[in-house]
């Protein structure tokens, strides 16, 4: 049951459990400290100064004691930064479709197949995002072109 259980954790492990990721606006830095300049204020008119930003992605590990470290391979810092890798997940999806090939009545069959549904279901969806971004740009794009015309 332990090492089921272990290739399911492997096979189902998903990288946000592990990091965090997005983007942020920070502020750029000179030689000097922040960078600031004039401008004018839309409200009242006057000149303030504005510390300039722009906006970056980030990635952030979690804390050690939140993640599930059995299903981590290796983490390592080089000169490019710090990376985790984790275990094969193909190997452990191939040990459980032979188990429960030869195992069909086992009681994690049914966990083992909704999270296999979890899984293409995000799939699907991930895919159905990028389409409509695409089409959304597709239209954005027309729209543009017909504005100009």
């Given amino acids: ?9 492997i096979a189902f492990a998903d990288m946000s459990q592990f990091v965090e990721w997005g983007q942020e606006e920070i502020e750029i830095v000179g030689p000097f400290g922040p960078i600031e300049v004039e401008v004018e204020d839309p409200e009242t008119g006057e000149k303030v100064k504005k510390k300039l930003t ?7 590990f979690k ?3 939140a993640v599930d470290g059995a299903v981590i391979q290796q983490v ?6 710090a990376s985790i890798k984790l275990a094969d997940r193909q190997k452990s999806l ?7 090939l030869l195992n069909p009545m086992d009681k994690h ?20 995002e990028d389409a409509l971004k695409k089409l959304d ?13």
């Fill in 76 to 81: 390592k810092v080089g000169r490019d930064g």
């Fill in 54 to 60: 722009k906006v970056v992605n980030t990635v952030r």
């Fill in 1 to 9: 049951d332990d090492v089921i259980e272990m290739h399911m954790r």
């Fill in 94 to 100: 191939e040990f459980l479709e032979r188990y429960f």
């Fill in 63 to 65: 804390e050690h004691s």
């Fill in 109 to 128: 069959k049914k966990e083992y197949d909704q999270k296999r549904l979890e899984r293409e279901e995000q799939k699907l969806k991930v895919g159905n």
């Fill in 137 to 149: 740009d597709m239209l954005r794009g027309i729209n543009e072109a017909m504005r100009r015309d």
